[in-house]
């Protein structure tokens, strides 16, 4: 007779997800799940995306499966986008992710998946930085002034050295909300400076973020420094752009993921789409370079664009790491499923 054994489930908030995430080690994470991306140990199928025309959003069923040299993780996040929610005072973004034991198919976690996703999204960018960016890298510009550019910002001096971030965002209040919360805070210098525009955002910038949901470009190529490096994480859909035609083709361009990217990243697709580039510009995955199987920059001028649309396996290293922090530090609540 089947006697049903009970599992302790973890129920971590977005307040535990954030002491169970410091973007240090978030970082390192990215790297090995990069890595394991490109080295064929993790399963990742395209994410199911399940647009709300009526709200002009969508919902996202994100799935995947890890096996790598810290064992093996299982996961599902589904992530909604509103971007009306702004109106309401609401975030743009909702999310979850269930964490499944991985031999047994037992759910054994419920992470709050907004936060995770905007600490794992900064802490790709901070990876792609720390392989990519020059150095000596001192001023960032951030473009977008939501939970995202605040992760970007914060990743971004975690790999560098950053002494000024100039903050770009057409609602100046929710520009300035962000410099007044952030400067100074731990890791982030105190000279943050609001940008009256795009072109004095990233005059000096030696790394730049994009985390914004715009559909043109967010600057002009004509304005970039010569070495700058580019982490554009904003348009996950075709339609979308924050990185100018011009700039992705005269950039070393690094994804997260190749098979996502030519379904996902508008920034590359309407490259293609007027004839700058191919596919084949693409110099390779960032896990890649982890590996050592492509090089990362070449030149001090190079100029270097790692282009993100986000895969699940990055939640489920980060939301591996998450639990095993959680349960050392005693967070979250747990309740018996």
Request: aromatic fraction near 4%; charge should be negative; include cysteine.
């Amino acid at each position: 007779m089947f006697v049903r054994k009970w599992v302790d489930m973890l129920i971590l908030n977005a307040d535990d997800v954030r002491a169970a995430l410091p973007m240090a080690q978030a970082i390192e994470a990215m790297k090995s799940a990069f890595a394991a991306l490109s080295d064929g140990r993790a399963e990742v199928p395209l994410r199911t995306q399940l647009p709300i025309k009526s709200r002009n959003a969508v919902t996202l069923f994100m799935p995947a499966y890890v096996l790598d040299e810290k064992g093996e993780s299982l996961v599902v996040k589904v992530v909604s986008l509103f971007p009306n929610n702004a109106l309401h005072g609401l975030p743009l973004i909702h999310a979850a992710v269930l964490v499944i034991e991985a031999h047994t198919g037992r759910t054994v976690a419920v992470l709050e998946g907004g936060t995770l996703t905007a600490i794992r999204t900064g802490a790709a960018s901070g990876a792609a930085t720390d392989i990519l960016a020059k150095p000596d890298a001192r001023v960032v510009a951030i473009f977008g002034s939501g939970v995202q550019g605040r992760t970007q910002l914060e990743a971004v001096c975690s790999a560098r050295s950053i002494q000024t971030a100039w903050i770009y965002d057409r609602n100046t209040e929710r520009r300035d909300e962000l410099i007044a919360e952030m400067a100074g805070k731990e890791g982030i210098p105190a000279d943050l400076r609001p940008a009256e525009s795009p072109a004095q955002a990233v005059e000096d910038a030696d790394v730049i973020c994009a985390a914004t949901t715009s559909r043109t470009p967010v600057f002009a190529d004509a304005d970039l420094k010569p070495g700058v490096h580019i982490n554009g994480v904003g348009s996950y859909a075709p339609e979308m752009q924050e990185i100018p035609a011009e700039t992705v083709r005269r950039a070393l361009v690094v994804v997260d993921s190749r098979s996502a990217s030519m379904v996902e990243a508008g920034d590359l697709l309407k490259a293609i789409l007027l004839g700058y580039i191919t596919a084949k510009h693409i110099h390779g995955e960032l896990g890649e370079i982890v590996l050592g199987r492509k090089p990362g920059r070449t030149s001090p001028d190079q100029v270097t664009f790692f282009k993100s649309v986000g895969v699940a396996v990055q939640d489920a290293v980060a939301a591996r790491l998450a639990l095993e922090n959680a349960r050392i530090s005693g967070l979250g609540q747990q309740v018996i499923w």
